[in-house]
């Protein structure tokens, strides 16, 4: 069983120039995954493939250790996870024109954050609509959390956990165990693990993403 991050963004969310979503290259937050103890990593840049794809590329020089491409997508009501796909989804269709282009392109849907206050809109019951619920999310505060593991429970949808790391930090900070997320996730096949994120370590990244606007590069070591 491999323990996998199944949430985390590198600097392929930084979409605009001075914009600094995350602060490190997909090598450098496999290699925190790695000195962590984690054995696998699915990288879910804001709509885009393209740094769980060079991720992938990157992996290949590490023995053990695993990346499936994947993406968070914006959709209307709010953010799905894309995992294991390996083209851009459009922005802003709806939920189920967003979970039907993920499945064909061969991916699975999980609804991110679903309940969290700090990102606005969030799937909330719409997330029924999806293929999983991502029941714990480490930069959450609890109560959001707690909505979305009643809401999966209740209705029997399969659970996930994911660091959302935007920076090298806090990724592996919650994931799950399992041999193959796409197929392990679907039939529920999953153990999650996951601490939070503390409120000092989260202060010290958005000060490093001021900095970083500043002069225009990450600043993160």
């Not at 209307?76 to 894309?82: D, E, P, Q, T, Y």
């Not at 922005?91 to 189920?96: F, I, N, P, T, W």
């Not at 949808?157 to 959302?164: K, N, Q, R």
Request: charged share 25%; proline share 4%; hydrophobic share 40%.
């Amino acid at each position: 069983m491999l323990k996998w991050e199944t949430h985390c963004h590198t600097i392929y969310s930084n979409r605009h120039r001075r914009s600094f979503d995350a602060l490190n290259t997909p090598r450098e937050m496999l290699e925190a995954a790695i000195a962590k103890g984690l054995q696998g990593m699915i990288i879910t840049d804001h709509d885009s493939v393209m740094g769980g794809l060079a991720g992938r590329k990157a992996a290949r020089r590490y023995k053990d250790f695993q990346v499936i491409p994947g993406a968070e997508i914006s959709s209307r009501s709010g953010h799905i996870l894309a995992i294991g796909i390996e083209a851009n989804v459009p922005k802003r269709l709806s939920v189920e024109e967003t979970v039907e282009r993920i499945h064909d392109l061969g991916g699975i849907a999980i609804a991110s954050h679903p309940f969290s206050r700090r990102v606005r809109p969030s799937l909330g019951e719409e997330s029924l609509k999806t293929d999983g619920v991502e029941v714990f999310n480490a930069t959450n505060r609890g109560l959001a959390n707690v909505q979305a593991v009643s809401l999966a429970r209740a209705n029997g949808s399969p659970a996930t956990a994911g660091s959302d790391s935007h920076w090298v930090r806090t990724v592996g900070k919650a994931g799950i165990i399992c041999d193959d997320p796409l197929n392990d996730i679907r039939k529920g096949q999953t153990r999650l693990f996951g601490t939070y994120a503390s409120m000092w370590r989260m202060r010290v990244f958005n000060f490093r993403q001021l900095a970083s606007a500043l002069v225009n590069r990450p600043i993160w070591k």
